[in-house]
């Protein structure tokens, strides 16, 4: 929806909220410390879930109440994660070649 902006560093993963006045300063939405380092993270078209690459998993919080509410094995490490223009599927790419495809509810 363009209003959030996530960033991974440290092993933290940060959604961010722009502030009302267009500040560069912004309200935390989420912070979180995983075990396994980010490699991506991606929000859904219509802004209601975002997804994040983590090791050999990808884990899916909505944006509603920021609750997670899928963790998806992939069985090899996931190198990028997209959702499709709809918004009602996600690819994996996954560092043995493969490239899964997972129907979002």
Same mark, same amino acid.
Request: charged letters at 15%; a negative charge.
């Given at each position: 929806?363009?209003q ?9 993963? +940060?959604?961010? /909220? ?5 500040d560069?300063?912004? +309200? ?8 396994? =380092? ?6 859904? =078209? ?13 884990i899916? @919080?909505?944006t509603?109440? @920021?609750?997670q509410?899928?963790?998806?094995? +992939?069985? /090899?490490?996931v190198?990028?994660?997209?959702f499709s ?6 690819v994996?790419v ?7 495809? @997972?129907?979002? =509810?």
């Amino acid at each position: 929806d363009g209003q959030k902006a996530a960033i991974i560093a440290g092993g933290l993963l +940060q959604v961010l /909220s722009p502030a009302v006045d267009g500040d560069v300063a912004a +309200q935390d939405l989420l912070v979180t410390a995983l075990e396994t =380092p980010l490699l991506g993270v991606v929000f859904s =078209p219509d802004g209601g879930l975002v997804a994040a690459a983590a090791g050999e998993d990808v884990i899916v @919080w909505e944006t509603a109440g @920021w609750t997670q509410v899928a963790v998806l094995p +992939q069985g /090899s490490s996931v190198r990028l994660v997209s959702f499709s223009p709809d918004g009602r599927a996600m690819v994996t790419v996954l560092d043995n070649n493969l490239l899964k495809s @997972w129907r979002i =509810p």
